[in-house]
């Protein structure tokens, strides 16, 4: 019973990267021929992806909950389960940004930024799988170096593509909108970061 208990967590730590992998696809997809007519419908399906997500979340919460014995620490599991869901969080408002800003149409610079962060969520989902066996992998600690990496990437690009608007637009509300958009943009790597920071926290206090 407690193996099947402890699988369950692992499980859903997999379940919630695979939806963070799924909400970077479904921004990929949007910026891709960009359809601000249809920027309405491709939120309402990022929001479900949002929602399925936490309701993941809340699941293992009610589990944890109940618990007796768990693989890892309580705080542990929730503070991983929290900056898992983040990450989903942070790719939907990305989209929120360009619907709500009414933006019209997508700067090429944001295509290498989102490559990044599909890149980062492909990575941490490896990694979360490799998390259950955390004790004994030997790529855990390889996929942790390769999304700071992959974080450091995003923020050099910030700072060019930020260099790059205030030197090249001269419309103010141009600025404003671009800049809210890159920053939440490089958000959604930061919170990858956070996702395998934890892990390593983990590993630390528990090997």
């Known amino acids: 019973m407690a193996k099947k208990q402890d699988s369950f967590y692992f499980d859903t730590f997999t379940s919630c990267a695979q939806y963070a992998v799924e909400a970077s696809k479904l921004l990929s997809r949007c910026i891709t021929g960009y359809d601000p007519e249809n920027l309405r419908a491709m939120l309402d399906e990022m929001h479900e992806v949002e929602h399925a997500a936490d309701r993941k979340k809340h699941d293992m919460m009610n589990v944890l909950a109940k618990a007796f014995i768990t693989p890892i620490e309580r705080e542990d599991i929730i503070l991983l389960s929290q900056t898992l869901d983040e990450v989903v ?92 958009v890159y920053r939440y943009l490089e958000q959604c790597a930061d919170a990858c970061e956070h996702v395998a920071d934890v892990c390593e926290k983990i590993v630390m206090s528990n090997t």
């Open 89 to 180: 969080d942070k790719i939907e408002d990305v989209m929120l940004r360009l619907y709500c800003d009414n933006i019209r149409m997508i700067k090429p610079e944001m295509a290498a930024v989102v490559a990044v962060v599909c890149r980062c969520c492909d990575e941490m989902l490896l990694m979360i799988e490799d998390f259950r066996n955390f004790r004994h992998s030997k790529t855990l600690r390889e996929r942790i170096i390769r999304i700071n990496t992959m974080e450091e990437e995003a923020d050099n690009l910030f700072i060019e593509n930020m260099r790059a608007l205030h030197v090249e637009e001269t419309d103010p509300v141009s600025i404003i909108m671009w800049r809210d």
